[in-house]
């Protein structure tokens, strides 16, 4: 089954620096999607960025960008050049196989920016 | 082109009262699914439908129920509410089974089980 984990309950980073957010996944299937999406107080799950497994590329999206190491089965999501806004939970995500459209959901990291 | 749309937007209720959420997809969107989110269990998924089909279903009790109307909007309804039912239910639009980076999720609906 399906796994995702994120280590990280809580980042702080200074605006304007770059910072990490780890996501290790744990899955049989040969062919899978890793998503990452960033929920504000306000509760939408804003769907941020995508990876395929054979993707020949590293998934970019202006400023966040996924380091996918599939030998490690890590995801980590870099954002760079931090903005207060960016201040939220960030849910690492994997689609669950078998005819379901099931998303499978890390715990979340909690992001402060900080002035 | 809007987004999902989830009415409404919160909620209060008292134990066993029930409850009826609503989400309306993305305009083409034909597939919904609807998830939990509490901060003990995190975000769990409850159901799957695809042209007013239910192809997947959780691990909650049948108190949770749900069904999707022809124009793809959804309902869940969840009966003799408990104070564990207290959750942000947010709901996710995609265009068909398998498109997954295309699925967009709601603002949610947060109940409050007094």
């Known amino acids: 089954a399906q796994k995702i984990t994120q280590t990280q309950p809580g980042m702080f980073v200074q605006e304007k620096e770059a910072v990490t957010l780890d996501c290790t996944y744990d899955?049989?299937?040969?062919?899978?999607?890793l998503f990452w999406y960033k929920q504000p107080s306000s509760g939408e799950m804003i769907f941020l960025i995508y990876?395929?497994?054979?993707?020949?590329q590293n998934a970019t999206e202006g400023r966040y960008s996924l380091n996918f190491q599939k030998a490690r089965k890590s995801a980590n999501l870099v954002i760079s050049a931090s903005q207060l806004g960016d201040s939220a939970m960030y849910f690492c995500?994997?689609?669950?196989?078998?005819?379901?459209?099931?998303?499978?959901f890390g715990k979340g990291t909690k992001l402060t920016v900080n002035p | 082109k809007a987004g999902v749309t989830q009415t409404p937007r919160y909620l209060i209720k008292t134990r066993g009262q029930q409850v009826t959420l609503s989400c309306s997809p993305i305009s083409g969107h034909r597939s919904v699914s609807w998830y939990q989110q509490t901060p003990g269990q995190g975000l769990q998924f409850l159901f799957e439908?695809?042209?007013?089909?239910?192809?997947n279903k959780g691990n909650f009790p049948g108190r949770f129920s749900g069904r999707q109307f022809s124009n793809s909007r959804s309902e869940m309804n969840v009966s003799t509410l408990e104070l564990g039912d207290s959750a942000l239910y947010l709901c996710?639009?995609?265009?068909?089974?398998?498109?997954?980076?295309?699925?967009?999720f709601g603002p949610g609906t947060r109940l409050t089980v007094l």
């Open positions: 996710a639009s995609f265009s068909a089974p398998g498109a997954y980076n295309e699925q967009f």
């Open positions: 439908y695809f042209s007013e089909t239910q192809r």
């Open positions: 995500a994997m689609p669950k196989k078998g005819g379901s459209e099931k998303l499978v």
């Open positions: 899955t049989s299937d040969p062919s899978y999607g």
């Open positions: 990876q395929g497994s054979y993707d020949q």
